[in-house]
């Protein structure tokens, strides 16, 4: 079962977020998601709760950024 977590990006130009997906030994990090903490918190939630198998992570973020931006 796979586990997933925020991640923190602070640069010169502000803070943004991500998600970490890990597997057993697979980890998988997409970084610089976007600024809306609460936002991808929430997914996070989700995606633990509904235990989302890993290869599903980058369409989520896909559909994510569709209904956020």
Request: glycine share 22%; net charge neutral.
């Given at each position: 079962m796979a586990s997933y977590y925020l991640t923190?990006?602070?640069?010169?130009?502000?803070?943004?977020y991500g998600v970490t997906g890990t597997d057993n030994h697979i980890a998988v990090t997409y970084a610089d998601v976007t600024d809306k903490k609460d936002e991808l918190e929430r997914l996070v939630l989700l995606c633990n709760e509904l235990s989302l198998d890993l290869c599903q992570l980058e369409d989520v973020l896909e559909d994510f950024l569709a209904f956020t931006e």
């Open positions: 923190t990006h602070i640069t010169a130009g502000g803070t943004s």
